[in-house]
């Protein structure tokens, strides 16, 4: 059965390095970055610094989830997805793709994503926007399958505790 990975959080939290990071350590298995299903529209929305809303989420949401589907047709063992995921709702489209999800919420201090927010250049996604997706930030509950990392050091730091989770798991 396929086992997709969603890395999850706000935007600054490091989804995009700790993706890859976990992708290199699962033999370069398929990796999907969530922006990139984004349509066109909800980009300039985001451009334009207004917060999506759950309608505009959804069609997103049903293309990563398909796309974590056809993996698992192929027979991938594994596969990685960038995905904010912010709402349960949310998680509850991606997680009927085929095989198991599982959530690796990455939650480092505001003023963390704040600061690599600031940091990045020609990325559609504002600085400003990280407050509309804190208020909106539902935590994984009790019966999600998933870790929360809040370690707010180096990507490589970040990877060890991913590892060290998906290791306690069974999951490697």
Same mark, same amino acid.
């Given at each position: 059965?396929?086992?997709?990975?969603v890395?999850?959080?706000?935007?600054?939290?490091?989804?995009?390095?700790?993706?890859?990071?976990?992708?290199?350590?699962?033999?370069?298995?398929?990796?999907?970055e969530g922006?990139?299903?984004?349509?066109?529209?909800?980009?300039?929305?985001?451009?334009?610094?207004?917060?999506l809303?759950?309608?505009?989420?959804?069609?997103?949401?049903?293309?990563?989830?398909?796309?974590?589907?056809?993996?698992?047709e192929?027979?991938?063992?594994? =596969?990685v997805?960038?995905? =904010?995921?912010?709402k349960?709702?949310y998680?509850?489209?991606?997680?009927?793709?085929?095989?198991q999800?599982?959530?690796?919420?990455?939650?480092?201090?505001?003023?963390v994503?704040?600061?690599?927010m600031?940091?990045?250049?020609?990325?559609?996604?504002?600085?400003?926007?990280?407050? =509309?997706?804190?208020?909106?930030?539902?935590?994984?509950?009790?019966?999600?399958?998933?870790?929360?990392?809040s370690?707010?050091? =180096?990507?490589?730091?970040v990877?060890?505790?991913?590892?060290?989770?998906?290791?306690?798991?069974?999951?490697?």
């Open positions: 059965m396929t086992v997709h990975f890395i999850m959080g706000v935007c600054g939290c490091g989804k995009t390095t700790a993706a890859r990071s976990l992708q290199n350590k699962l033999n370069q298995c398929p990796y999907a922006d990139d299903f984004h349509t066109q529209a909800n980009r300039n929305k985001m451009g334009a610094g207004i917060p809303t759950d309608e505009d989420r959804y069609p997103w949401l049903g293309n990563l989830r398909d796309w974590m589907t056809q993996r698992a192929e027979g991938a063992a594994y =596969s997805v960038t995905c =904010s995921a912010l349960r709702q998680r509850d489209i991606l997680r009927q793709a085929q095989g999800v599982a959530f690796i919420h990455l939650a480092p201090p505001q003023a994503n704040l600061e690599r600031l940091a990045r250049k020609g990325h559609y996604m504002k600085a400003g926007m990280l407050d =509309s997706q804190l208020a909106i930030l539902e935590e994984l509950a009790a019966d999600e399958y998933g870790v929360k990392i370690n707010p050091g =180096s990507p490589e730091a990877e060890a505790d991913m590892l060290a989770w998906l290791q306690a798991e069974k999951l490697l």
